[in-house]
């Protein structure tokens, strides 16, 4: 935004810019620019449903594709069975939708689409979007709870065996712990994303102005922060797998407090 | 940071395009396409289930048949067994049988032509006592010119033959 020319800000990165001259759509006085950002949700969206669309052949034997969406509905089916039970199948949709839209979101926001002139966002790395899907897990932990337990579902918040003296502190404590929840599970989802793409922004940074500052330079600091980038990015598409997977997985334990209390 | 800076400006839209697009994934995706691909493997899982179950039978039945088919077996060579026996016993018996015939038949020859030696011999006996008796008196009256009478010759002669 601020950068002068030849420069990297590698906030520029996380800029969300209407596109299709939509920045004075609204809806009920709210703004609701088609941006850079939805752009990014819709490709999400559409890919994820190329995906999924390649695997349904329903063959008796599959081949590779139909083997790829059979085994990531058998991972979160299996995840689901582990955490919460039988009782666990019933939320596949939607925790198969969270995983892979993240999933994809993640690496979609990581490919190198920066040297065709098309720039990814990854809108995993904005906390108004992270938020929205917390609050959304959250608001089905508590639904399920209340729904199934009533008021008895804050018995979730007074652990077995706890001495009955100890119970006005532990409650509080307990509370405090759940109501925390879905800040910790958007803001780690949010940071683990920012915090990867700024710092291969930060290296490339060091790369460009380096080798520009002459071959000395270049030599001593671009090339080993090139040699830093092509391993982080590796990293990177890591992160991209496991943040997904916390998030769903955080989501199926918080599922499973909710089905079966303790 | 742009995700706090533009906050106020793009909260609004940023919200309303996630919950469409995401809305579009968990209900086009999660809830029509998941349950489709799941029942794929489900049905793939029954079928292998299935027709291991139905090879299990089979071989149960093969089995079963396999030692009805043994019985059977055992049964047939107990049965031939008991009929190469009896064959046998049969046999042993009516050879048995027409060799006592044939000793019978040779006893009772042997029984006859001893009686008709026994007979030949007496008559045979008697003859050379008679012819003895004659000659006895025949060589007393030519020799001592005594007369004896057939009798008391005979007795001689007979007396004669004991001690021989």
Partial sequence: MAAEEGKVDPMHQFHIEPIL???????????????????????????LFLFVWG?????????????????????????????????????????????????????????PLGIIGVHPFTFTSHFTVTGVLAVISFAIVLL????????????????HGTPLPMIPI???IELISFLVRPFSLALRLFVAMMAGHVLLKVLSSFV????????????????????????????EILVAGIQAYVFALLTSLYINDAENLH | ????????????????????????????????????????????????????????????????EEDAWRIRENENRNQAQALVVQAKADAAAQSEK?????????????????????????SAMTEIEAVAAEAAQDI????????????SASKAVKEALAHV
């Avoid at chain 1, 790829?68 to 925790?95: C, H, Q, R, W």
């Avoid at chain 1, 071959?215 to 990293?235: C, H, K, N, Q, R």
């Avoid at chain 2, 007393?140 to 009798?151: D, F, I, M, S, Y």
């Fill in chain 1, 208 to 235: 460009i102005d380096g080798t520009n500052a002459g071959i000395g330079f270049g030599l001593l600091v671009g090339l080993p922060s090139f040699a830093l980038m092509i391993g982080i990015s590796a990293l």
């Fill in chain 1, 170 to 172: 532990i409650f509080p």
């Fill in chain 2, 140 to 151: 007393t009256q030519r020799l001592a010119g005594v007369k004896v009478t057939k009798p």
């Fill in chain 1, 144 to 159: 399920v709870g209340f729904w199934k337990h009533g008021f008895h579902f804050f018995s979730l918040f007074v652990p």
């Fill in chain 2, 1 to 64: 940071m742009p995700q706090i800076a533009q906050l106020a400006e793009t909260y609004s839209s940023q919200i309303f395009w996630l919950l469409v697009f995401f809305g579009l994934v968990f209900f086009v995706i999660g809830r029509g396409m998941v349950p489709r691909v799941m029942a794929t493997v489900g049905d793939r899982d029954k079928q292998i289930a299935d027709d291991l179950a139905a090879a299990q039978a089979a071989r149960d039945r093969a089995d079963e």
């Fill in chain 1, 55 to 111: 695997g349904m052949k329903r063959d008796l034997v599959p081949g590779r594709w139909q083997v790829m969406v059979e085994s990531s509905t058998g991972f979160i089916e299996d995840m689901l069975d582990a955490n919460i039970g039988k009782e666990g199948k019933k939320y596949v949709p939607y925790v198969f939708s969270l995983f892979m839209f993240i999933l994809f979101a993640n690496l979609l926001g990581l490919l």
């Fill in chain 1, 21 to 47: 001259g939509s920045q004075n759509w609204e809806i009920a006085g709210f703004n609701i620019a088609f941006t850079n950002s939805s752009m990014w949700m819709m490709i999400t969206a559409i890919v």
């Fill in chain 2, 98 to 122: 027409k060799i006592g015939a044939a000793q019978k038949r040779l006893d009772t020859k042997l029984a006859e032509a001893e009686t008709r030696i026994a007979a030949s011999r007496d």
